[in-house]
């Protein structure tokens, strides 16, 4: 059986591993600095597995050591927004969390694929990265498939098309950069940008861009978990299903989309291996010029953060 380790028990690390031991059979390890917490959810998680007929088990614990033998990683630890933050304004402080989370990891699961959902997600997949040592290609983001979640469910809400008749992506950044495509996707029949009048676009596109805030909003010291924890699950299926499916995830980029030297998200195949190759879709100009814009953000943050952390 598969292992994977998630790092956090909080709601999107406790949601991910009920989701992840319902729907796949994984050897689960929950770790939490607090290690009650991880224990008892772990077991609260695996009592549930017995009439679906999961054959998964949950651990839970406060010792990062736990994920020795993991073939996948799934960093949710740190702090989550609070009303009024954006994902940014987290950067130092998770910073601090994720780096000697991915220092353990590369010690002792030095094989496995790490998947980083701890915001700011592209910088911190970045330093994760980094920490481990690990090939680009082991280490990803989780943004894009819960943002085109979103989009896609926005777009259903206004036009009653149901998600399984469009082709949609967000690619960029997981924050104010996010780049929903609107001239490469189909709804329908027909590319996006036709098949919607352009007020109805714009505000698609905006709620898409505000989706995690407007959840933090009504939840006030939180942000959002069941979306992201079947996003996660969709990676989770895409790299140990070892199918090749293509999914936008922020990887490292190396001269595709005329972008080298950050973790974005853009449409990559995955397989047990991590990301096996960025699938380079045929872009119109002015989404090509968005993610540009959105590289050059992240590039300037990484690059702060390497000098503060120096
Ligand atoms: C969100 O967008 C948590 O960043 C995550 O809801």
Not at 78 to 101: F, H, Q
């Amino acid at each position: 059986m598969d292992k994977v380790t998630v790092f956090g028990a909080g709601h999107v690390g406790a949601t991910t591993a009920f989701y992840l031991a319902h729907r796949r059979d994984l050897d689960i390890s929950m770790v939490d600095i607090d290690g009650g917490k991880a224990r008892g959810l772990a077991l609260d998680i695996e009592q549930s597995l017995s009439y679906p007929g999961s054959r998964s088990t949950v651990s839970g614990s406060a010792d990062a050591g736990e994920v020795s033998g993991s073939d996948l990683v799934v960093i949710t630890a740190g702090t989550p927004r609070k009303r009024g933050m954006s994902r940014l304004d987290l950067t130092s402080v998770n910073a601090e969390v994720v780096e000697p989370i991915a220092r353990g990891v590369a010690e002792s699961a030095p094989n496995a694929v790490v998947v980083v959902v701890t915001n700011p997600v592209d910088e911190m997949t970045y330093l994760a990265w980094s920490a481990t040592g690990f090939p680009h290609r082991r280490v990803v983001g989780m943004a894009g498939v819960l943002d085109t979640s979103r989009f896609m469910n926005f777009l259903r809400n206004v036009t009653g098309v149901a998600a399984t008749d469009m082709e949609a992506m967000v690619l960029g950044t997981h924050g104010d950069d996010m780049v929903p495509l609107l001239d490469s996707s189909v709804l329908g029949d027909r590319p996006l940008s036709t098949a919607l009048d352009g007020a109805d676009l714009e505000s698609v596109v905006e709620r898409t861009r505000n989706a995690g805030a407007e959840i933090v909003g009504h939840l006030k010291t939180g942000s959002a978990y069941f979306a992201p924890a079947v996003a996660i699950g969709l990676m989770v299926d895409a790299i140990l299903g070892d199918g090749g499916d293509v999914l936008p995830v922020s990887t490292y980029l190396d001269g595709e989309y005329g972008i080298r030297g950050v973790f974005l998200g853009v449409p990559a195949r995955l397989d047990r291996s991590g990301v096996v190759e960025v699938v380079e879709l045929e872009l119109s100009d002015r989404e090509i010029r968005m993610l540009e814009r959105a590289s050059e953000g992240v590039l300037e943050r990484v690059l702060s953060i390497r000098r503060d952390r120096q």
